[in-house]
T-cell receptor, first 116, second 113 residues
Framework: GAGVSQSPSNKVTEKGKDVELRCDPI?????LYWYRQSLGQGLEFLIY????????KSGLPSDRFSAERTGGSVSTLTIQRTQQEDSAVYLC??????????????FGPGTRLTVL | AQSVSQHNHHVILSEAASLELGCNYS??????LFWYVQYPGQHLQLLLK??????LVKGIKGFEAEFIKSKFSFNLRKPSVQWSDTAEYFC???????????FGTGTRLKVLA
């Protein structure tokens, strides 16, 4: 079956512009995560969606970052007024929550964002 | 705050050498432990995981990891690496019953043919 897909695969933008990154999770996966992977860094948790519950936004680095998930499926991560330090690979993962959330995350290919 | 440390950032081995990648975490309660691998040009994928039971877990492609609770460690091992094991390896910890994963910074493994 289809895995997690993300678009675009690469995005180059100018400082100050807004960008939108999209994630299509695996069908039936109610849990969705966004991570940021910067060079030499691990995966930094950004936001978590689970079904219709309020998302956990505790990892968003600033108010320029926001995310939504429409209809419990597709998610969009928006970065406003991009800065050079936003350059990174943005990864999306989905999973079935399982008991206590003990289920494997399936990752998408990521979107490589470059802010000039 | 909880954290995960992978002390080896870059490892270079010859084929058939043995591999051990270190992973230590800081949290005193019950955790779930994972190793993920990212082959060049591919997605992150699960290599193995530990939830409970036998602390020695076996994953795909001959990898295994041992959970040593007293040392807060979950080191990854493989007795004989292959060129195809060249990849970046990430250790991750999830506090049991929660949904948030904490990842280490990764270890880049290069295996020379």
């Amino acid at each position: 079956g289809a895995g997690v897909s993300q678009s675009p695969s690469n995005k180059v933008t100018e400082k100050g512009k807004d960008v939108e990154l999209r994630c299509d999770p695996i069908s039936g996966h109610t849990a969705l995560y966004w991570y940021r992977q910067s060079l030499g860094q691990g995966l930094e948790f950004l936001i978590y969606f689970q079904g219709n519950s309020a998302p956990d936004k505790s990892g968003l680095p600033s108010d320029r970052f926001s995310a939504e998930r429409t209809g419990g499926s597709v998610s969009t991560l928006t970065i406003q007024r991009t800065q050079q330090e936003d350059s990174a690979v943005y990864l999306c993962a989905s999973s079935t929550p399982g008991q206590g959330g003990n289920n494997e995350q399936f990752f998408g290919p990521g979107t490589r964002l470059t802010v000039l | 705050a909880q954290s995960v440390s992978q002390h080896n950032h870059h490892v270079i081995l010859s084929e058939a050498a043995s591999l051990e990648l270190g992973c230590n975490y800081s949290y005193g309660g019950t955790v779930n432990l994972f190793w993920y691998v990212q082959y060049p040009g591919q997605h992150l994928q699960l290599l193995l995981k530990y939830f409970s039971g036998d602390p020695l877990v076996k994953g795909i492609k001959g990898f295994e990891a041992e959970f040593i609770k007293s040392k807060f460690s979950f080191n990854l091992r493989k007795p004989s690496v292959q060129w195809s094991d060249t990849a970046e390896y990430f250790c991750a910890v999830k506090i049991s019953g929660t949904y948030k994963y904490i990842f280490g910074t990764g270890t880049r493994l290069k295996v020379l043919a």
